[in-house]
């Protein structure tokens, strides 16, 4: 697996001796010698080269930090891909800003592809195709336009994907390597989100570079990767740093002998295996005892040797990223002062600083083009963008400027020539536009609304006015699937005119930008602008017009989300009343659908009204309101609690979907989500999931079968739990259901305050998000009260009460007394909401209800167990009792299906049984509890009761009453007395023993439970039920 046999790189200098670090070493570059380590990587993607040539298309996402030898790996196996029979085609990303230029790779693979990279008769191929779709023109001819919409964008994607296709065969496949992703622009991330999901037998393998370093949680790749690592065909490859075998292989083929060990040493401990590092240290030589530590000054010490006018044509260079043309460099140079780099270029080229790769000038690794950028003044800086601004506005001989508009932008915006940034971002939207495009062009408008107060003359330079640059925003940010950036920058346009005519039409349009919104989760206020902005625009549309019914319709949602019932009912029966009467089924399904909710509190009368809605939008042809009322009619039933009945409509609604090809809109994904929530009600806590689930929907289903994860005890479940807060804002029913999850799996794991903690951080988010008394407060009140109790009694287990008036009892009771008053307030703010919270019918369900009685119960045996743990460990009987009665209301009313939380307060209720004395009532309850846990698979309920009948001694089946066959009978007692808070001293005058026997059983227990403490011992033992409740 090697390139050749190791010669000196050209041009390379000996180093001198220094110490016994190295000398007179020839140090070659990495590209002209064996390729090493590695072998798992090239052994795989030669696999899937081979997978390609048998029809089975792959991709292979290749990560890793800057440095650390992506290239190399890819140069290598390209080579021997090449060997073997395929095609290799190598396509960049370039960096220019935010926004790139879009597609960039993808052009140039198709323009390789027809200039014969794949070989003759794959370029006839390639050109055959180009000719018969006209998509494929706007990214190979400059000059085509025309109007974009999404059907088209399609098509230039099929085009894309045929072209890659026929460019492969099965005795030379493809391989098309996408260098540098970490720069692509959205359009292409669409394209490689796009060419997975559609590969079939294509003789095709895409190969995907990235730098890991850059693709932090927000780098917009990050979520492409995650999605594109889920499917099969997909092949994500993670490049680690050497080790030190790897590294002093590396070392030992770059100097042509092994380093001496202090020399080694030290470029393993600097490099920390990275080979680009290391190969710059063993270039940089150790000429000094102070040996730059960082990788970017070991490549300035690197560069600082050339001569000063290389220096300066790099420099140059620099500013265009890692790749520039040598014509436009030297056209730079000259425009900079350097009109003769002939001299310099070669020197670059030698001190293989540059590499030559066709008309282009690359740099070796894109850290030194970085390195050099960044040591530019800021002066300096500016004035080469403007040197290539000039140049690149220059005309071609097509009779269009030589740089794209994207280029001109980002010069111009960098060399602070804000005019002609301006308007050469409105060149870009428009390219934009033409190339289907929408999030490119829409970055590209909001460059133009940006500077557009920094340019006097805006209007005359660019030809329109700021409001249509805000409505053309708007358009593309509808057209990018941002709608709710079409809307706030729609409304941007409105609020800039005072013509009443020109408003009134803008008005409109503002009114078919929140009808294209298809679910709302916005704050209070924004839902407040909206029924503002349709008001004003309801005054000037005529009475019955299909506009004016949509925006009844619409009004009468927002205003529900409001809990302005009464409001939403006015809009809404004028939008039935208009709709019936001007046969406008569409309009009439959609307000039907929000009168059916305004009806909940009558469930059939409902079901009648969304039966009629969904006739209404079957004769429209409205699918996706169709899908909205077979959800409401599901969660009706639902949420009156006839599983049943819900159970048999979403296994209908789901199939309609599947039928109509909406498996993940909106409301199917809604659909989706109360079929998990029933599962998990019923006790199935299977696993579900898969690859089939997309990007837009991963994360709220990845919450709502957090209900079950915690339920089995999955190991993973905090984990999964915690990776969903960074998309709470995304939805509220992330934060609310995966964040409640989270509270109930810290619980189980023994974090008492996190899991505390945690609930009310959920309830703060969602009251800014939702409204202060939404009512899933109650769910995360109950939860937070639990964590409370179980923090109580474990500090009872572990016997912290400490001696009457010490200061360990103080603490204990201080910390009593809190957690007392966190509880009542807790509680009380459940009971507000379920008063408050005002759920659609006005009555809380049998789930609220259930809940609300939980949280109560919760507090009760919160107000049990802190009362044990104040008086020293007695129990008090009637708080216990207390606390059972709850508990078995509690089971009552969770009986109306919900399997998992009547078991879990079965085990509940026979703890307080205990605390209150009866035995045999607690034996009964703790028996049904463990087998429907188990039943259920629910390890961690199970685990709890079984350690429940431990301790108290019951009677259960399959649960072996706790021995102390390990302890001693005395040891037995000094463990009682341990657990009550005694010093050795005090076991001692009780027992009538030396306070030094007292230690040495101490010391023998501490062993036995294998306790670092007597706090632990004594909470261990009562864990394993060798303590009595």
């Known amino acids: 697996m090697t390139q050749g046999e190791p010669t000196p790189g050209v041009g390379e200098k000996a180093r001198g001796s220094v110490g016994d670090r190295w000398h007179d070493v020839q140090v070659r570059r990495s590209t002209t010698i064996p390729l090493v380590s590695r072998q798992e990587q090239v052994a795989s993607l030669l696999l899937a080269v081979g997978r390609a040539s048998a029809g089975r298309p792959g991709l292979t996402l290749v990560g890793g930090d800057a440095g650390v030898g992506k290239t190399r790996l890819i140069s290598h196996v390209a080579q021997a891909a090449e060997q073997a029979g395929a095609n290799v085609v190598v396509v960049h990303c370039v960096d220019l800003g935010q926004v790139g230029i879009p597609y960039l790779p993808f052009t140039d693979a198709l323009t390789q592809l027809q200039a014969g990279a794949a070989g003759p008769e794959a370029a006839t191929r390639v050109a055959d195709l180009v000719k018969e779709r006209p998509a494929l023109w706007r990214l190979l001819e400059p000059g085509v336009s025309g109007d974009a919409d999404h059907d088209e964008r399609l098509q230039l994607f099929e085009g894309i994907a045929r072209s890659l296709a026929v460019a492969g065969a099965p005795e030379r496949p493809l391989v098309l390597v996408v260098e540098d992703a970490h720069w692509a622009d959205a359009s292409t991330r669409d394209v490689l989100r796009f060419l997975a999901a559609r590969a079939r037998s294509e003789n095709v393998l895409l190969v995907v570079t990235y730098r ?143 590499v030559v790769s066709g008309t282009h000038l690359e740099f070796r690794h894109a850290l030194l083009a970085e390195a050099l950028y960044a040591d530019l003044l800021p002066g300096e800086r500016s004035s080469v963008h403007r040197a290539y601004l000039a140049v690149i506005e220059q005309e071609g001989p097509d009779g269009m400027p030589i740089g794209s508009a994207a280029e001109r932008a980002h010069h111009a915006f960098e060399g602070h020539d804000l005019p002609a940034a301006l308007s050469a971002s409105r060149d870009a939207a428009l390219r934009a536009r033409r190339l289907l495009a929408p999030e490119e062009e829409l970055r590209h408008w909001e460059q133009v609304l940006a500077l557009w107060e920094s340019v006097p003359d805006a209007e005359r330079r660019i030809g329109r006015d700021r409001v249509d640059v805000a409505l053309s925003a708007g358009e593309a940010a509808a057209r990018a699937g941002d709608p709710m950036r079409a809307v706030k920058l729609t409304r941007r346009a409105v609020e800039g005119v005072t013509d009443p005519v020109r408003r009134a039409g803008l008005e409109h349009v503002l009114v078919h930008r929140y009808l294209d919104l298809p679910t709302w989760d916005e704050t209070p206020g924004q839902v407040e602008q909206a029924i503002a902005d349709l008001r004003s625009a309801l005054a000037k549309l005529p009475p019955r017009s299909p506009d004016r019914i949509w925006t009844n319709a619409l009004s009468a949602r927002l205003a529900m989300i409001l809990d302005r019932d009464e409001d939403a009912r006015e809009y809404v029966e004028c939008a039935v009343e208009e709709a019936r009467a001007t046969g406008q089924a569409g309009a009439l399904a959609v307000a039907l659908s929000t009168l059916a909710v305004l009806n909940v509190d009558a469930p059939d009368r409902a079901s009648e009204i969304l039966d009629e809605a969904r006739t209404a939008s079957v004769e429209a042809g409205d699918v996706l309101t169709e899908m909205r009322t077979l959800y409401s009619g599901t969660a009706n039933r639902f949420y009156a609690g006839e599983l049943e009945a819900a159970e048999q409509r979403v296994r209908h609604a789901l199939a309609r979907a599947d039928e109509l090809g909406l498996a993940w809109s909106a409301p199917t994904v809604n659909l989706r989500i109360l079929q998990e929530v029933m599962l998990y009600f019923r006790g199935d806590l299977t696993e579900r999931g898969g690859p089939g689930v997309p990007a837009t929907a991963r994360y709220v289903m990845e919450a709502v079968r957090m209900y079950a994860t915690v339920a089995r005890g999955d190991d993973d479940a905090i984990a999964r739990g915690e990776a969903l807060i960074d998309h709470w804002a995304t939805d509220g029913q992330i934060a609310l259901i995966g964040g409640g999850s989270l509270v109930d799996a810290l619980t189980w794991a023994g974090r008492y305050d996190d899991a505390a903690a945690l609930a009310e951080r959920i309830t703060a988010h969602l009251g800014e998000v939702w409204s202060e008394v939404f009512l899933g407060r109650i769910w995360l009140s109950a939860l937070a009260i639990a964590a409370l109790a179980d923090a109580a009694e474990a500090e009872r287990s572990a016997g912290r009460a400490g001696a009457p008036g010490s200061a360990a009892a103080t603490a204990v009771e201080t910390r009593a007394a809190e957690r007392l008053d966190r509880g009542d307030s807790l509680l009380a703010v459940a009971r507000e909401t379920a008063q408050r919270g005002r759920p659609r019918g006005g009555v809380l369900g049998p789930e609220g209800l259930a809940w609300l009685q939980r949280a109560a119960a919760e507090n009760a045996r919160l107000h049990a167990v802190t009362g044990s743990v104040a008086d020293g460990g007695s129990s008090s009987a009637v708080l216990w009792a207390d606390a059972a009665s709850a508990w078995q209301e509690t089971v009552n009313l969770f009986g109306f299906g919900y399997r998992y939380e009547v078991a879990r307060s079965r085990y509940r209720w026979a703890e307080a049984l205990l605390g209150a004395g009866e035995r045999e009532a607690a034996e009964v309850e703790a028996a049904e509890a463990l087998t429907e846990a188990q039943e259920m698979g629910a390890r961690p309920l199970a685990e709890a009761v079984r350690g429940l009948a431990r301790r108290a001694r019951l009677d259960l089946p399959g649960v072996r009453r706790a021995t102390a066959s390990t302890l001693t009978e005395r040891e037995e007692e000094v463990l009682g007395l341990v657990a009550q808070g005694l010093s050795n001293r005090q076991i001692g005058e009780r027992l009538f023993i030396s306070t030094k026997t007292v230690s040495v059983h101490v010391s023998n227990l501490l062993a036995k439970l294998g306790a670092s403490g007597r706090a632990e011992a004594v909470s261990l033992a009562h864990q394993r039920g060798l303590l009595e409740v």
Not at 256 to 278: Q, T, W, Y
Not at 295 to 304: F, G, I
């Open 212 to 354: 890991a370093d850059d693709v932090d949680r927000r780098h917009p790749l990050r979520p492409l990767l995650a999605e594109l690592s889920r499917l099969e065909h997909v092949e994500r490859m993670d490049l680690r740093p050497f080790d030190e075998a790897e590294l002093r292989e590396f070392t030992t083929a770059l100097a042509g002998r092994p380093l001496p060990p202090a020399g080694f040493a030290e470029v393993l401990d600097r490099s920390e295996g990275n080979a680009f590092f290391a190969e710059e240290l063993l270039d940089a030589g150790p000429d000094s005892a102070s040996l730059p530590w960082t990788l970017t000054e070991v490549l300035r010490t690197r560069l600082e040797r050339l001569d000063p006018e290389v220096q300066q044509v790099l420099r140059i260079a620099s500013v265009a990223g890692r790749r520039v043309r040598e014509d436009l460099l030297r056209a730079a140079a000259a425009r900079s002062g350097s009109p003769d780099i002939d001299a310099a270029l070669r020197e670059a080229v030698t001190q293989q600083v540059l």
